[in-house]
């Protein structure tokens, strides 16, 4: 089973695949977490939100056992080619989009990092991954705790600390 | 002399998550709701009840009953369960109740080999989630998740009050405390019997009847647990799930390797002082020894362990007296397989 979790925002009003089926939470916003730039905090919530939402509608023995893919994304994309190599990893596995820029890019890239808008993994791992916004959330009392992160050493670190394998489709040389 | 540094977690909301049979649950709801009552800080309940009974845990009580196959499991009458459930409505008024259904196991493939495991993992995610369906629906989140069974009570009755007050912005620059700030820890009980049977000093132990998760530690916990629930897609037990399997004697005991694989940190429940609470930040005692000091406790009621199979009015009962009841009755009984 495949389900889609979109994030959406004002710009980006997505028009879900009729296949599958989808959950879609509006970008909860950095509530204050400025230093996870990019919208980690606001669209992991979002995301966190899609996926007790697909737990509540479809139970732990449809989701269990890392039978259920989630695709996850901020808006319309294409998951075609993220699946077909979803396909030849572990199923618990993440893939990202992209995960990283490379040191020297013509392209602009956004600073420090960005954060990967669009990946394809088990339910159990979505939601490890998605959690992290509630982990971010519990220092609300003390914000100073997390003042120096990023979103990128937060998003590899946490990933680490999960035992969450994870790749991207794009490689940079 | 400089001021301690104190961790960040600060406890005012918790969830407890009920889970699993309801068994002796009336001799135990008026011991818990007392157990659970602390000024100042609100305590919100969330319950899932299973429609069955089992009893593999007991081979005394298994054989005096003559059930032969221990993955047995008994379904309720339906006023059986329609009963428990107006017991767990009136005694702890959750926020979200559910109950397992059993109605459609013959979907879920090798069913038969996961009742004594892998449904058990299926009661501790199904009661964590409906607190996270309340998290997500009202914008809050818990700064402790408890998880505790129906049929247990946990000795003495001020464990739960001493432990979340030291958890409460305890000195992490000092020794015999939680040096840690991370909302993302465990405290958790193991199971003694197995190790000292088994023999497992080292072996990732922590029984699943009560236990403590600052943060989202718990909701980490059934994220993995997951993986192992019976499924009406793959086979718990291909051939592929053995790359990411755990050494298990039992699965109540499972907690720990989950948090193990999971890297939460993770501790025993610190031995409290006997009959006094909030001590004074010292969660980590330094002295076993010391007579004042005792180790929490939770246990299974079961009207067995009694000759004439009558559950006492262990909720009125001191905590001297009922230590009296585990020393001589429940704890023999209970490791006695009854």
């Known amino acids: ?38 919208s980690l905090f606001g669209n992991f919530k979002a995301h966190w939100q899609n996926g007790v939402d697909m737990y509540t509608k479809f139970g732990q023995h449809e989701l269990a056992n890392n039978s259920c893919t989630v695709c996850a994304s901020t808006g319309d994309f294409d ?34 990092w960005p954060i990967p808008t669009a990946f394809v993994t088990s339910y159990s791992s979505f939601m490890k991954l998605v959690t992290l916004w509630k982990w ?12 120096r992160d990023t979103a990128h050493e937060i998003l590899v670190r946490t990933m680490w600390q999960r035992n969450l394998q994870y790749t991207e489709l794009e490689s940079f040389t | 002399m400089t001021d301690a540094v104190q961790s960040s977690i600060v406890i005012k909301n918790v969830a407890v998550c009920m889970y699993g049979q309801y068994r002796t649950g009336d001799a135990c709801k008026e011991y818990i709701k007392k157990f659970y009552d602390m000024p100042g800080v609100n305590v919100d309940f969330f319950c899932s009840l299973k429609e069955y009974e089992t009893s593999y845990t ?30 767990i409505h009136d005694a702890y008024n959750p926020v979200e109740f559910k109950i397992y259904t059993t109605e459609y196991e ?19 995610a199904d009661s964590i989630m409906l607190k996270q369906k309340h998290e997500a629906a009202t914008h809050i989140t818990y700064d402790l998740v408890v998880m505790q069974r129906y049929d247990v009570l946990v000795w003495p009755q001020h464990a739960f009050r001493t432990v979340v007050n030291e958890l409460t912005n305890c000195p992490v620059d000092t020794r015999m405390s939680f040096n ?3 909302k993302n820890l465990i405290l958790l009980q193991p199971i003694e019997l ?32 997951m993986e192992y629930i019976p499924s009406k897609h793959i086979s718990n037990y291909s051939v592929q799930k053995l790359n990411t399997g755990y050494p298990v004697i039992d699965t109540h005991e499972m907690i720990a390797s989950l948090a193990k694989k999971m890297t939460i940190p993770t501790s025993m429940f610190p031995y409290i002082i006997r009959g006094r609470e909030d001590i004074g930040r010292k969660a980590l005692h330094s002295n076993p020894h010391d007579f004042r000091l005792t180790a929490i406790a939770p246990f ?39």
């Not at chain 1, 004002?10 to 916003?29: N, R, V």
């Not at chain 2, 049977?197 to 718990?218: E, K, S």
């Not at chain 2, 009207?303 to 009922?322: F, G, H, Q, S």
Request: aromatic share 12%; proline share 6%; with cysteine.
């Open chain 2, 180 to 182: 840690t700030a991370d």
């Open chain 1, 136 to 147: 971010i959330d519990g220092y609300k009392n003390e914000p100073a705790v997390l003042e």
């Open chain 2, 194 to 225: 197995i190790r000292r049977y088994n023999n497992t000093f080292m072996y990732p132990n922590g029984q699943d009847m009560f236990l403590f998760g600052v943060g989202t530690a718990l909701d980490n916990l059934v994220y993995d647990a």
């Open chain 2, 58 to 87: 007991r081979p005394h009580y298994n054989e005096k009953s003559g059930i032969k196959d221990f993955r047995q499991q008994q379904l309720l009458s339906s006023d059986t369960v329609k009963y428990q459930s107006k017991q």
């Open chain 1, 1 to 38: 089973m495949i389900l889609l979790s979109i994030v959406a925002t004002e710009e980006a009003i997505p028009t879900a695949p009729g296949h599958w089926d989808t959950f879609i939470s509006t970008q909860c916003g950095s509530d204050g977490w400025d230093q996870y730039e990019h």
């Open chain 2, 106 to 124: 013959e979907q879920l493939l090798d069913i038969d080999r996961s009742i004594v495991g892998c449904k058990v993992l299926a009661g501790w």
């Open chain 1, 79 to 112: 998951f075609s080619k993220l699946l077909e190599k979803f396909n030849t990893l572990p199923n618990s596995a993440i893939i990202f989009d992209k995960l990283r820029y490379p040191e020297y890019s013509w392209e602009h890239v956004p600073q420090p």
């Open chain 2, 300 to 338: 299974p009621v079961r009207a067995e362990y009694w000759e004439d199979n009558v559950i006492p009015d262990l909720a009125n009962m001191t905590d001297d007296e009922l230590e009296v009841q585990y020393d001589t009755i429940i704890g023999p009984n209970w490791h006695g397989g009854k």
